[in-house]
């Protein structure tokens, strides 16, 4: 059932510039600007969240776009194409809100809630949110960084292999490394599920399980960028849904 990372569709500039009025000043450039927005649109193999296919192993169109103000707070709209059945119809939503910024030098946190939404679903059987929160920081030539989500219990939540855990907690860890005098940046991701949304949501078994990816994404020219990922989860494996897979993603930044 789920969804997930996050790419987005258009960008918007909705600061402008802020100029002096004193002659004495009119030489300044422009001032920091208090908002930005940012955005890319993407194409995928496989929309895999968690590990986990929702677009029943075919291709998938994502995209999206954030507004972030100078403190660090921002809000931002994300969405894919899914094949998840009647329940979630054909289209994932994602609204979110938080803040980001360095607590300390060379490390930053980033916390706030996001929603999941299904307009062409079923409207309130589908719909969950999820608080987050993360910290990254730079060790060496390697980014690294750890986070945490957690979803309370609530109605939209699968129990279907009738378990009693109806929510959910998510643990997971990346690291990113560039390669010197080079486009590409080398990756790898490990994640580990507690509750409904483990990775076979329909098993019988227990609701824990890991999901990892290892990869590389190198730019192209302008904002494009492709990214190409070896994708895999414990448990049992189903076809188009939890296999291990290969996944590519060219995706446009702006």
Excluded at 14 to 42: C, H
Aim: hydrophobic fraction near 40%; proline fraction near 5%; glycine fraction near 12%.
């Amino acid at each position: 059932m789920l969804l997930s990372v996050r790419g987005v569709i258009a960008a918007t500039l909705l600061a402008g510039t802020a100029l002096s009025a004193a002659p004495a000043l009119a030489q300044d450039a422009e001032a920091p600007k208090e908002f930005t927005a940012t955005g890319s649109a993407a194409v995928t193999t496989d929309y895999r969240f968690r590990g986990v296919s929702q677009s029943a192993g075919d291709i998938a169109i994502q995209g999206g776009i954030t507004v972030s103000h100078a403190s660090g707070f921002y809000v931002g709209t994300w969405g894919s194409s899914i094949d998840l059945g009647s329940t979630y119809g054909h289209t994932e939503l994602d609204l979110f809100g938080g803040w980001t910024g360095e607590v300390t030098p060379g490390l930053t946190f980033d916390g706030g809630l996001l929603y999941y939404a299904y307009p062409n679903g079923h409207v309130g059987h589908a719909e969950f949110f999820e608080p987050y929160a993360s910290v990254s920081g730079q060790v060496g030539p390697a980014k690294l960084k750890v986070g945490a989500t957690y979803a309370w219990d609530q109605k939209s939540l699968p129990n279907f292999a009738g378990t009693k855990k109806d929510d959910n907690l998510y643990l997971y860890s990346n690291v990113d490394i560039g390669v010197p005098n080079t486009p590409l940046t080398v990756s790898g991701h490990l994640g580990y599920t507690d509750g409904v949304l483990a990775p076979c949501y329909y098993c019988n078994a227990d609701k824990t399980g890991l999901d990892w990816s290892i990869g590389a994404s190198a730019s192209l020219f302008g904002p494009l960028s492709l990214s190409v990922s070896y994708i895999g989860v414990t448990g049992p494996s189903v076809d188009s849904y939890t296999d291990d897979t290969v996944v590519a993603t060219l995706t446009a930044s702006f």
